[in-house]
């Protein structure tokens, strides 16, 4: 059926449901762009960084932008400049990478890499940015980006998976089982609350 994201309860969710809300219609078209764009988080380092440089260096955009303000356990280095420093050492020119260093969640990774982009590019020159995150944030992800970056901007979403986190995995799992029910949550209570735009989705009745 289909249905808009504001009109689903995440607590009746089916697992399958839930599945197909996270996970389905977020594949990579392969297309190239102007910015690879990375969300920080406390393991964007192991999960996230691998994937952004091997799409830098298959040359899908000359341009990496590392956004993330926190600076977890284990660093003196909030996400971005931590991720950047990594990418150097993968091999990536430190003249391709852009830093944005004073965000906190999702919504701010966008909204304070609006003039990082401006800055360094012009939003009127992006055509399409390539974004980099995990498989269960890249929905909301992708609304955010929807919401709040400028209309002629077209994405192409790369997932990437974690250990416990997978679309045909997650329901075995205690953390997976948490971590995309909190996610679930938080897309459709983000939707409803009016922080993200809604959009139509197809799911299982």
């Known amino acids: 059926?289909?249905?808009?994201?504001?009109?689903?309860?995440?607590?009746?969710?089916?697992?399958l449901q839930m599945t197909e809300l996270l996970f389905y219609n977020m594949e990579d078209d392969h297309k190239k762009g102007d910015c690879i764009f990375v969300p920080g988080s406390?393991?964007?380092?192991?999960?996230r960084l691998p994937k952004a440089v091997e799409l830098y260096k298959a040359g899908r955009a000359k341009k990496i932008l590392f956004s993330g303000g926190v600076t977890w356990e284990g660093t003196d280095?909030?996400?971005?400049?931590?991720?950047?420093?990594k990418a150097i050492e993968l091999g990536v020119s430190d003249q391709d990478i852009l830093v944005e260093q004073v965000s906190l969640h999702t919504k701010e990774n966008v909204?304070?890499?609006?003039?990082?982009?401006?800055?360094?590019?012009?939003?009127?020159n992006i055509r399409r940015l390539i974004v980099v995150t995990t498989n269960i944030h890249m929905h909301r992800m992708y609304l955010c980006?929807?919401?709040?970056?400028?209309?002629?901007i077209?994405?192409?979403?790369?997932?990437?998976?974690?250990?416990?986190?997978?679309k045909d995995n997650w329901f075995n799992h205690?953390?997976?089982?948490?971590?995309?029910?909190?996610?679930?949550?938080?897309?459709i209570n983000y939707v409803k609350l009016g922080y993200i735009m809604d959009?139509?989705?197809?799911?299982?009745?």
């Open 77 to 85: 280095l909030p996400e971005a400049e931590l991720l950047r420093s």
């Open 1 to 15: 059926m289909k249905i808009n994201i504001s009109q689903l309860d995440p607590e009746k969710l089916s697992d």
């Open 42 to 47: 406390s393991k964007a380092v192991i999960y």
């Open 111 to 124: 909204l304070a890499s609006l003039l990082i982009l401006d800055r360094a590019l012009g939003l009127h």
């Open 145 to 152: 980006l929807k919401t709040f970056m400028p209309s002629w």
């Open 174 to 187: 205690a953390d997976g089982r948490k971590r995309v029910k909190m996610e679930t949550w938080k897309l």
């Open 199 to 205: 959009e139509e989705v197809e799911i299982s009745e």
């Open 154 to 166: 077209s994405y192409s979403l790369c997932m990437v998976d974690d250990v416990t986190i997978k």
